[in-house]
């Protein structure tokens, strides 16, 4: 009786306690070395199932009617619940946050970002700071990938010094995620509009709280890159979609939206295009002048950063987009492609799958952007040869948009059984197997279970029992970078294979060995054979020339002597000194010398010339 009085009220809230069970008893067997471990992980799971069976098993003999004061009494609950996530997730960040950060030689806090999102840092600092948006004071070079992430740093470096400006972009990053949670359950809603409304919101509920703890999307936020940003605008762009897809007036925001996306990576113009179409469809020939005027705005923004780039820095495309996508061949860069897009898949393709029954049993024509966009952006991986890091930089902010409609492709079946009965006049065995609880309990064990395979690989540095990717070398990285700003003066070059943090810290000129912000390097052949991860030639990695970069600009700090088939440590043992870990040109008047001995000494990043 207690069940089905209260059954209208606490739907979601046992859904999502059937969420949290799964995830939790999954993370106490992985972490767990003996039986308590799984005797826990096996309470928490049943703990979490059971209310969501006795609301499929109850009986149905009085079903009290929701009234106000029941409604209101669940949002708060189902919010507070929300509320605790929310406050998990930044407690959690925090923490990352100050494993991440650094103490550097003068004894200071510093933070640090990933070393592409440094770049970035550099030239937010320069734009804010009177030397124009440069990577080096006089050399127009765009370098960067996201203009509307180095305008966001710019806020960041106006106001703050140059180690709180990066903890200001981190804890942006933190928000960001959030902002792309609540977008997400809005896109979540929108899918199960035809479910009841307590089932409809355990269901968003669910996609919110794991879009929150997938961790590349986070571990790419608070590590400075755009994927956060670009995460939280192609959301919010769905969401309005599937909103007011059919509107018959101009929706301002998704135009508005769909040109942020472009100023966050020029290459989201895919998106961009496919949104759009979308909208022009589900519109049709008689709102084809109002689509038409939304294009065109939207392509106002495209233009505007079109234009300024060529104003600015005289190319159509960053130096970043032609130093991955030239000077490979096609095939080399779609073997790649396809190897990367792979180990992506072995985590997610289960989410694909089960988003194409969704979009096959259940279709609509918003629908198709919530599953078209990660499909888009899977081919485009393949088409630009890969990544060089396994975190899946560039997919994972649309795959919380597949943890909605995969939980569709669950509920869908049922929901389509469900109604062939009745329309046979069957009894629907019992009702409990087939009710609308009993698919929305298997859509949040299902859901919890996508989520830890997609975090399977991650799950040791997620519970910080590994360091995060790459937070180590940063920690050494900044030791450098603090102390060549002490040792280097301003017109000091310093040749660096990391090209972000070290110059970031540092403030001296910079020599880009890798060429994103090396006009002469970003045009080379690609080197076929440059590879890690298991690709045979790794974008933005594969074009150098040592050569060039160290005998003939001789810098007068290196941070590296060899580079796949390029080896100049024997210049570089005679030429350069090394001092308080660092190989600094002999001789030079771009380095303080008298103050070598006030540094502590350092190990340089990377292999030193033996």
């Known amino acids: 009786m207690l069940v089905d009085v209260w059954r209208p009220a606490w739907t979601g809230l046992a859904e999502l306690g059937c969420f949290t069970g799964v995830v939790g008893a999954w993370v106490l067997w992985q972490l767990g070395a003996h039986a308590g471990a799984y005797a826990l992980g096996t309470l928490a799971l049943a703990l979490g199932a059971a209310p969501v069976a006795a609301l499929a098993l109850g009986r149905r003999r009085v079903v009290a009617p929701p009234t106000a004061a029941r409604r209101r009494t669940h949002r708060l609950v189902l919010g507070g619940c929300l509320g605790l996530a929310i406050a998990a997730f930044f407690a959690w960040g925090v923490h990352f946050i100050e494993l991440s950060s650094t103490r550097g030689p003068d004894g200071r806090v510093y933070y640090s970002l990933f070393d592409d999102a440094m770049i970035t840092m550099r030239y937010a600092w320069n734009f804010t700071h009177g030397a124009g948006c440069v990577w080096n004071p006089g050399e127009r070079l765009e370098g960067f990938t996201s203009p509307l992430m180095m305008f966001l740093m710019s806020g960041a470096t106006a106001v703050f010094d140059k180690s709180y400006a990066v903890l200001a972009v ?53 590590l400075g890159m755009e994927t956060s940003l670009l995460a939280a605008l192609a959301a919010a762009a769905t969401a309005t979609l599937l909103e007011r897809g059919r509107d018959r007036r101009v929706v ?183 009710s609308v609880e009993a698919s929305g309990a298997c859509a949040v064990v299902a859901l919890g279970v996508l989520l830890c395979r997609a975090d399977s690989a991650f799950l040791a540095q997620q519970t910080f029992r590994q360091p995060a990717y790459l937070t180590g070398a940063n920690h050494k990285l900044v030791g450098i970078g603090v102390a060549l700003a002490r040792l280097a003066k301003p017109e000091a070059r310093l040749g660096v294979l990391w090209a972000g943090v070290i110059p970031y810290y540092a403030g001296a000129l910079g020599v880009d060995f890798l060429g994103k912000t090396d006009a002469r390097i970003a045009r080379l052949p690609a080197d076929p054979n440059a590879g890690f991860s298991g690709m045979r030639s790794v974008p933005g990695h594969n074009k150098y020339d040592l050569k060039y970069s160290i005998a003939e600009l001789r810098p007068d700090y290196v941070q590296k002597t060899r580079w796949f088939r390029h080896d100049l440590t024997a210049f570089v043992r005679a030429n350069y000194v090394e001092a308080e870990g660092l190989w600094l040109l002999k001789g030079s008047p771009n380095i303080r010398w008298e103050l070598l001995g006030t540094v502590a000494g350092i190990a340089p990043e990377g292999d030193p010339p033996p």
């Not at 629908?367 to 890091?389: E, H, K």
């Open 170 to 222: 981190q804890v942006t990053g933190l928000a960001l995620v959030v902002v792309t949670a609540f977008f997400t359950r809005r896109i979540a809603e929108q899918l199960f509009a035809r479910q009841p409304r307590a089932v409809r919101r355990g269901l968003s509920a669910a996609v919110f709280v794991a879009t929150l703890f997938y961790y590349p999307l986070p571990y790419w936020s608070l």
């Open 252 to 434: 301002l925001g998704l135009p508005i939206l769909c040109g942020l996306l472009f100023w966050t990576r020029p290459d989201a113009l895919v998106q961009v295009t496919l949104l759009l179409a979308v909208r022009a469809f589900m519109l049709g020939r008689a709102g084809l002048g109002i689509a038409l005027r939304e294009v065109a705005l939207a392509a106002v923004l495209v233009a505007a950063n079109v234009g300024l780039r060529l104003a600015y820095y005289g190319e159509w495309l960053p130096n970043t987009y032609v130093l991955k996508l030239t000077g490979l061949p096609l095939g080399a860069r779609l073997r790649d492609g396809a190897v990367f897009v792979g180990r992506f898949l072995e985590h997610t393709w289960l989410l694909f799958a089960l988003s194409g029954v969704g979009l096959a049993l259940a279709f609509q024509c918003a629908t198709v952007a919530v599953v078209a966009l990660p499909v888009s952006v899977v081919v485009y991986q393949v088409w630009v040869g890969g990544d060089p890091w396994l975190y899946w930089r560039i997919p994972a902010p649309y795959v919380p948009m597949l943890f909605a409609a995969a939980r569709l492709g669950i509920v869908a079946p049922f929901d389509r059984l469900r109604g062939w009965l009745e329309r046979r006049r069957e009894p629907l065995g019992g009702g409990a197997l087939l």
